[in-house]
């Protein structure tokens, strides 16, 4: 599998941060039938009593519907997802790539399950986005 570049818009929520209030967001987006591939749930720096929400995909009437009554709006951050196989050395030369344009990285999501990886970039800019996207298709395509 090659690595796969796409675009992608989260949807996020800030919140009080206590017990349940991850169940009673992701609940109604269950209910519709999202099938969410990410979900990340964190403290806000310097704000214990605060936190963040953020998922992916929403899509589909229903789904958005859902979204937005559970308080979810889509985020202003431009986001990568990037997939494909892992192999040793991969993430260190996509970082080297965005680097080395000028970019910087907002956050970083990433993972590896098996033989596969999936990371989430976020960007400042879409100008950013589009020019780390470029990067990162290059990187994957270097030897180690």
Same mark, same amino acid.
């Given at each position: !599998?090659?690595? %796969? #570049?796409?675009?992608? %818009?989260?949807? $996020? +929520? &800030? #919140? ?8 009673? #967001? ?10 969410? $591939?990410?979900? !990340? ?8 009593? @605060?936190? /963040?929400? &953020? ?14 009554? /559970? ?24 970082? $080297?790539?965005? /680097?080395?344009?000028?970019?910087? #990285?907002? *956050? ?6 098996? @033989?596969? *990886? ?12 589009? %020019? ?8 994957? +395509? $270097?030897?180690?």
């Amino acid at each position: !599998m090659a690595v %796969t #570049v796409k675009k992608i %818009t989260l949807w $996020r +929520k &800030e #919140v009080a941060n206590h017990p349940g209030v991850l169940a009673d #967001v992701l609940s109604p987006l269950a209910g519709a039938g999202a099938n969410l $591939r990410v979900v !990340m749930g964190y403290a806000l720096p310097g704000l214990s009593e @605060r936190a /963040a929400i &953020e998922v992916y995909p929403v899509s589909g009437k229903k789904v958005v519907n859902a979204a937005g009554a /559970a308080g979810l709006s889509a985020s202003p951050i431009p986001c990568l997802l990037v997939e494909g196989d892992d192999r040793p050395g991969l993430g260190a030369g996509m970082a $080297r790539g965005i /680097a080395e344009r000028g970019i910087n #990285v907002s *956050f970083l999501m990433a993972e590896t399950v098996g @033989r596969k *990886f999936s990371a989430i970039f976020g960007f400042q800019s879409d100008a950013d986005a589009g %020019t780390a996207a470029k990067a990162i298709k290059a990187a994957a +395509k $270097r030897k180690r």
